[in-house]
C-alpha cells in the first residue's frame, strides 16, 4: 500500500507498505543517495512481508521521484 506524510517542510515523504498491518513493522532506510525503489529495498521488503512482518519502505524527504 503507498501512502504519504507530511515532511518537516511540507513536501511530501512517501511510503509503501508491505505485509499485515497489524504484524510488528520492519522500517526499511535508504542510504544517501539512494531511493525505497533501488536495488533489493523492494526484494526485502517483500521477503520480510512472507515473513510475517509488516514493512515500510519510503523516501527520505527531497529524495526520490518527485510526483
Known amino acids: 500500500m503507498e501512502f ?3 515532511g518537516s517542510d511540507g513536501r511530501p515523504v512517501r511510503a509503501v507498505s508491505h505485509g499485515d498491518a497489524s504484524a510488528p513493522a520492519v522500517l526499511i532506510a535508504h542510504g544517501f ?3 525505497m525503489n533501488w536495488g533489493m529495498f523492494p526484494w526485502l521488503a517483500e521477503r520480510l ?3 510475517g512482518l ?3 519502505r519510503f523516501d527520505f524527504s527531497h529524495n526520490g ?3
Open 33 to 35: 543517495k539512494g531511493f
Open 65 to 67: 521521484v518527485e510526483k
Open 4 to 6: 504519504e506524510v507530511a
Open 49 to 51: 512481508a512472507e515473513a
Open 54 to 56: 509488516r514493512a515500510v
